[in-house]
């Protein structure tokens, strides 16, 4: 008997769509995130603490500012292919549209990034980076690129293309991020970055089918460019929400403290980057299927099971990184004191982080961009205020381990606001719908 019910459950998972679509978004990006935190800690070696915490900063930087250089396109992408993937003309639109506006976009803040390279480094007291500031410009965009085409693939459902892109991505990450690190140093360290975004960006490209993009005519006569940047503008303002608070947060660390501590910092923040690489790449799986269900039900069931999935997703690697974390910290040289401390804090407030992006694509599936917009504007700005008080005053006296507890605080309570929204929301569907059918 329980063989007979471990088959049929074993079927049900195998002939599950969802599981086969989660089986490429977590195996591939897994592997892919796995190659590049090795990499990570080979270069944390040949640099040291110091030279990799501006290692860290110009990264850092990177990703931030081309997260919000996408305008929000890496969720609403993935929403609007999936809704129209049964419709060519209008799909053939949200493709065009998305990599258009992502072009535009990165290159105005590329310019930007450059012309204010010099002020920004000497704003941090670090004129050498001003270079490797004006360098990452080149990177933004690769980067901008890379977040809108996985986000068509995801929407088209090619998850499998995702995964072996970014395995791809990762081998050559950690394979030049070892010889050019070695011996160029900070400047070989991150033209390895560039190397593997623009392979990356590549790779995407062609992953996506090519009629989709043929037919420029028909496709500029559909016009979704306002569509597209009607709905995406609240998610454009998350992001410039989140670069702006996480972006200063990485300056106080610099200003405040010193590049040591951004080094502890950023070598402990990639295990938290390790822990949501299955929540990470499930965000866009969840979000393609609920923007496809079709009833209160069915979102319910999926929304379920996604919860489970991301807490045990991250509780399991937590709990073992936790173990561990003195073995682990001492691959990264004898520099990195403290840094065990510090990612384990960073380890338990993924927990909630990664819970709460469950509720987040259900409200972005939902349409619900401005609430969205609202609550987390609410916590970057707390997250901001708090770390700028706690290090100013502390003059940046273990800035990477408090700035750990801040962040751990402020998941905690973000956690709570958006369960506490959809809890609110959804008891009021309910008793509109009772009400109805009574």
Known sequence: MFQTSYNQIKHKLLSSSIFKDSFWAV???GLG?????LAGIVIARFLGKDVYGEYGVVKTTMFHIASFATLGLGFTATRFVAKYKDDAPLLKG???????ITIISSFVLCIILIAFSVPLANYLEEPALSMPFRFLGIIIIARALNTTTGA???GTKNFKAVGINNIVSGVSMLATGVLFTYFWGLNGSLSALLFSQLLLCLLNFVSINKNTLSKIRHIIKQNQYSTLLRFTIPVALQ???YTISHWGVLMFLAKFCDMG???IYTAANQWNT????IPAFLFNVVLSYLSGSETLKEQKKILKLMLLVNLLSTLIPVVLIYVFSGVITSFYGSTFVGMKDVMNIIMFSTIFDCMSKVFHSNMISEGKNWTLFVIR???DLTLLIVTYNILSNTSGINGAYNFAWISFSVCVGYFILMASEYILTHRDKSNVRQNSCT
């Not at 995130?33 to 935190?37: M, S």
């Not at 949200?94 to 258009?100: D, G, N």
Request: hydrophobic fraction near 60%.
């Open 274 to 277: 390790v822990i949501q690489f």
């Open 33 to 37: 995130h796995f190659l590049l935190l």
């Open 94 to 100: 949200s493709i065009f549209s998305s990599v258009i």
């Open 27 to 29: 195996f591939g990006n």
């Open 261 to 263: 501590e951004v080094g």
């Open 152 to 154: 068509i693939l995801a």
């Open 377 to 379: 504007t609410i916590r």
């Open 239 to 241: 992001e410039l929400s």
